[in-house]
């Protein structure tokens, strides 16, 4: 393999690809980059056995041929480079990595040991990466991070109609957006539990348009140059209709911007738990907090107020995410009674319909 291709854009690739499919490192084939050298270009792939990935660049071919490198030292190469183009070539048994006054090589691994990358699943319907982008920034960070409930750790991706509906949930809190989908077919759909880690590497790098697809063990997603796979878990559990959001006795409208801030304030003196108090007023919503360690705080909120006074409390980061998807807007808040869920809303929706369910928590013991 020979071939002589731009700096930038080789290195831009490798990193994108790195960063959706991390690799294997206890095996060295399955942490490697898979580089093939065609006519059309130069295609760089990656599989673990549970994700794929594959981007097409130009490039000059001066002879065509396909190799498996170590991954992440030909992404740090070529990003360190400052040369603006940069050639690769095979000699024996390393990949020459040539650019004007420098030379770098790696060692070869055996190609034939690499499983490959399958084609993806057909298209079932594609989505904009704006809105995908903006939903997943939300969803993503709402799922699990312990790997020993890896049933939390995904984002459900379910097409419903003429919508794709994103969910994940932590079990303490749930995000559900809602972004308008295009299908492929009349009887094209998209039901699969997807990791939260890869999806939120996707809403960093997704262009353009995103087409979905899904069989029976894989989602691939496609925009650009890119091509992503993953394996899928049922996730039809996951779903907002076993929580009871019927019993709203309080509605609450409010500044989302002040009431973060003030909980933030709030926060600074809660006990371990980190729990503050919302008490529902006529006009205001108070936030307090009192430990014995830390000291005491309170601070109201201006709040449009009806219905009945149910008073919950929230651990303050929970809160405080719930907040920052719906910065510079008034909010809603769907508060019921006891330890049901409250259900916080934009008061005029966005392009992004989202919805962030949230679990009160006993309130901090008094001093």
């Not at 709203?248 to 009431?259: G, I, M, P, S």
């Not at 009192?290 to 809160?319: F, M, N």
Request: one cysteine or more.
């Amino acid at each position: 393999m020979d071939l002589t291709i731009t700096t930038a854009e080789l290195a831009t690739a490798a990193a994108d690809v790195i960063r959706l499919v991390p690799g294997k490192l206890v095996d060295p084939v399955l942490s490697g980059l898979l580089l093939t050298a065609t006519a059309q270009g130069v295609e760089l792939a990656a599989n673990d056995r549970e994700r794929t990935a594959r981007v097409t660049c130009d490039a000059l071919v001066h002879s065509e041929g396909q190799i498996l490198v170590p991954a992440k030292p030909l992404a740090e190469t070529l990003k360190a480079l400052e040369q603006p183009q940069v050639r690769l070539v095979v000699e024996g048994t390393r990949l020459a990595i040539r650019a004007e006054g420098a030379r770098f090589a790696l060692p070869l691994l055996d190609v034939e040991l690499h499983p490959g990358v399958p084609s993806p699943p057909a298209a079932g319907g594609s989505v904009s990466a704006r809105l995908l982008a903006s939903a997943l920034s939300t969803v993503a960070a709402t799922a699990a991070r312990d790997e020993a409930l890896p049933i939390f750790t995904g984002v459900r991706v379910r097409s419903e109609g003429p919508n794709l509906v994103l969910r994940a949930t932590d079990r303490y809190r749930m995000a559900i957006a809602t972004i308008p989908w295009q299908p492929g077919s009349a009887s094209a759909e998209v039901d699969a539990l997807i990791p939260a880690t890869l999806l939120a590497e996707v809403g960093k790098q997704v262009n353009g348009s995103v087409s979905i697809g899904v069989d029976a063990n894989r989602l691939a997603l496609t925009w650009d140059d890119m091509v992503v796979t993953t394996a899928v878990l049922d996730g039809s559990y996951l779903t907002e209709t076993k929580l009871a959001l019927a019993d709203v006795d309080t509605h609450v409208e409010l500044d989302a911007d002040t009431f973060s801030n003030a909980t933030r304030r709030v926060a600074l003196f809660t006990d371990t738990r980190g729990v503050v108090s919302v008490e529902v007023g006529d006009t205001h919503l108070r936030l307090r907090t009192a430990d014995r360690q830390t000291g005491e705080a309170e601070e109201s909120v201006k709040a449009t107020i009806d219905g009945g006074r149910t008073s919950p409390s929230y651990q303050a980061r929970y809160l405080i995410d719930a907040l920052r998807p719906f910065a510079g807007r008034r909010v809603h808040l769907a508060i019921q009674p006891g330890m049901r869920a409250t259900v916080v809303t934009a008061v005029e929706p966005g392009e992004v319909d989202l919805r962030y369910i949230i679990m009160p928590m006993l309130p901090p013991k008094t001093t």
